[in-house]
């Protein structure tokens, strides 16, 4: 177990849809990346949170939003869902973002859409 | 160019040998790290190991260990004695200084290594 949680574990919505995901990171982490993984891909990098503020942008859709909480809990809204927006998308926490610092990950939360 | 390179998209191993997965990355920055996460088929990420670039010693958890040959910048994970349970995804990661806060150090991931442990 990372320590880092993320709800739903599955979810499954229809095209046209909005989803909210949720994250909490281990206890002490600042900072809260996003990465989306769809079926036989590697990780792509979506956006990263460090202690409230947006610190990075990656391959985020203007669909995809996100923000993370004073409690430093993240939320990543997907909104006018499509096909291919099925994917599993990880939420992964770590203390501070420099080079030597390791992300942990949550379990993920699958995301269908039909 | 690719920034990390893992040769050997799928292995079959049998149980209780050792396994090596291979790594090779590109950087000209003196300062990264490199890391191993597993994947098993149940989806989560599993973190296993980091080795830093000025890290004298290979870096060692449990069974991994990283051959960690910084002149041919390899970065291999050795799991010794394997188990059925080593059956998943193997990803080979880095990050480098000249990342920087612009990007945030971010992870560059290779494509990853299905592992089969055979009983």
Redesign the interface.
Known sequence: D?GVTQTPKHLITATGQRVTLRCSPRSGDLSVYWYQQSLDQ??Q?LI?Y?NGEE??K?NILERFSAQQFPDLHSELNLSSLELGDSA?Y?C?SSTN????????????T?LTVL | AQKITQTQPGMFVQEKEAVTLDCTYDTSDP???L?W?KQPSS?????LI?Q?SYDQQNATEGRYSLNFQKARKSANLVISASQLGDSAMY?CAM???S?G???????I????TKLIIKP
Do not use: C, H, K, V
């Open positions: 990372s590697g990780l990098f990263q460090y610190r990075a990656g599993l990880f992964a973002p420099t080079w030597a610092d390791t992300q942990y990950f949550g379990p993920g699958r | 300062s990264y790290g890391f996460y989806g989560e990420m599993i973190f980091y830093g990803f990050r480098e200084a990342g806060l612009d990007s945030n150090y971010q992870l991931w290779g494509a990853g």
